[in-house]
């Protein structure tokens, strides 16, 4: 029986600090060879058919350490006026010239790799001006494409998935900088164009049949996996070695957030809590400056700095592996976000045993279940009183653990596995009529 092929696109992947799109494209990518599948990557990278295949290979891969595409104003004049018509992929080889080492996992265990440059640009400018979706053919199309994100694009010969994480631009759009017409458009045209729309929680799946009025069948939740190695939350003596190591911390004697400075993540408010709660332990930030980013450092910063302010302590980006030591090591995970639309930092802090306290708001109270406290994240004394709880209760926290370890059973690797399987032999099943599934 020959293997299931499946598509996955590269559209963050390449990047060094990928965000949260990478990592679920990763994770999405490992599941699907867990499953025996082939799996193609498509990428937006430059390479041309002149090239012998060894210097297509090195500059494919020379790319990764650069933006998601290299956006000069002459390409993204040309993309903006291209039509979208048909554009053929062109494969990369994988011989093993390049040493991918230093890369890390920002190529998946792909079996074949296509690029075209500036693919994801080209798809936008067509889109914006002419309304339709970027096509693209190559030998042997995989039988389903899953696009990590909503972008204009289709693979002709394969079913597309569109991957909608959230509706955060529709829902809080004073916290983004999405041009909202054209991300409304294209929403509408992924649900009306696309196979089949797959997002992350039952709270965005409800958003999009609310907002958009969506066909029920044509939108399914399959939640996201958490895919940390083996032994990542380390044992006591190890991980308070290389705590102290590499930031002078001790094991639970320090709070930790994790995400991007921007107003979604709410680390305004937070740092007011912090600071009016009364706890000695210091609160870290791991993450980089986003969007609006002053706003949210306002009591840190500047002749403004609030009394304490000091014991704030900001790590910026962090590559995988030393974020996953802060986790293990934390004293508890703050993430009292306005909204997410499934929140992967808060369940791999679970799955590490990390004591949690989440948002009200969005898919975090029912990823998190009663695995954490949760709290209003728009009552500053609510973060207050949940601060001090978990400074304060040791018994809460041994309790957290405990049922974090336990809640995050529902995203592991095998789950996962198991609902893009039954997706797959639902839509692979239907007969084909030409119309979306």
């Known amino acids: 029986m020959p293997r299931k092929h499946v598509g996955v696109d590269g559209f963050n992947l390449a990047m060094t600090h990928g965000t949260g799109v990478a990592t679920y494209g990763r994770v999405l990518v490992k599941a699907l060879r867990g499953l025996d599948y082939a799996v193609d990557g498509v990428y937006g990278l430059g390479v041309a058919r002149r090239h012998p295949p060894a210097v297509r290979e090195a500059l494919f891969f020379a790319q990764f350490d ?27 080889p994988l011989s093993g010239l390049v040493k991918r080492e230093a890369l890390g996992g ?50 002709e010969g394969a079913l597309n998935l569109y991957t909608l994480h959230d509706l955060v631009p529709m829902r809080l759009p004073f916290t983004t900088l999405d041009d909202r017409p054209y991300y409304d458009r294209l929403i509408r045209a992924c649900l009306k164009q696309g196979d089949h729309v797959v997002t992350v929680s039952e709270t965005s799946r409800r958003d999009i049949l609310d907002i958009y009025g969506a066909n ?27 705590l102290r190591t590499l930031f002078g911390l001790e094991v ?18 937070l740092i007011e809590a912090y600071l009016s709660a009364g706890v000695d332990r ?3 930030v791991a993450g980089p400056r986003a969007w609006k980013a002053e706003g949210e450092l306002r009591l840190l910063e500047g002749a403004a700095a609030a009394p304490g302010a000091e014991r704030v302590r900001r790590l910026g980006w962090l590559p995988a592996d030393h974020l996953r030591i802060l986790v293990a090591g934390a004293r508890a995970v703050l993430s009292p976000s306005l909204y997410e639309g499934f929140g992967l930092p808060m369940v791999e802090a679970m799955a590490m045993g990390t ?23 728009y ?43 039954r997706l797959h032999e639902r839509l692979l099943a239907r007969p084909s009529t030409g119309d979306p599934v």
């Not at 029920?216 to 003596?237: I, K, S, W």
């Not at 040791?394 to 995050?408: E, I, Q, V």
């Open 66 to 92: 650069e933006a998601r595409e290299r956006r000069t104003l002459l390409r993204r004049m040309r993309s903006a006026l291209a039509p979208p018509m048909r554009r053929r992929l062109l494969e990369v």
């Open 106 to 155: 920002r190529l998946p265990a792909f079996d074949r790799v296509f690029a075209l440059g500036g693919l994801f640009d080209l798809a936008a400018g067509g889109f914006r001006r002419h309304g339709r979706f970027l096509r693209l053919t190559l030998p042997n199309p995989p039988a389903i494409m899953h696009w990590t994100y909503p972008l204009p694009v289709r693979i």
């Open 216 to 242: 029920p069948a044509r939108v399914t939740n399959g939640y996201q996996a958490v895919d940390l190695p083996e032994g990542a939350d380390g044992d006591a003596g190890t991980l308070g070695e290389r």
């Open 252 to 269: 639970g004697e320090y709070f930790l957030f994790v995400g991007a400075i921007e107003p979604k993540k709410n680390l305004g408010r």
């Open 282 to 284: 210091p609160l870290i």
């Open 355 to 377: 004591p949690v306290m989440t948002s009200a708001e969005g898919a975090s109270p029912e990823i998190a279940g009663d695995a954490a406290v949760i709290v209003d994240p």
């Open 379 to 421: 009552d500053v004394r609510d973060i207050v009183a949940g601060l001090r709880r978990l400074d304060a209760d040791a018994g809460l926290r041994r309790d957290l653990s405990a049922a974090g370890r336990t809640r995050a059973q529902a995203f592991s690797m095998s789950a996962y596995r198991e609902r893009l399987a």
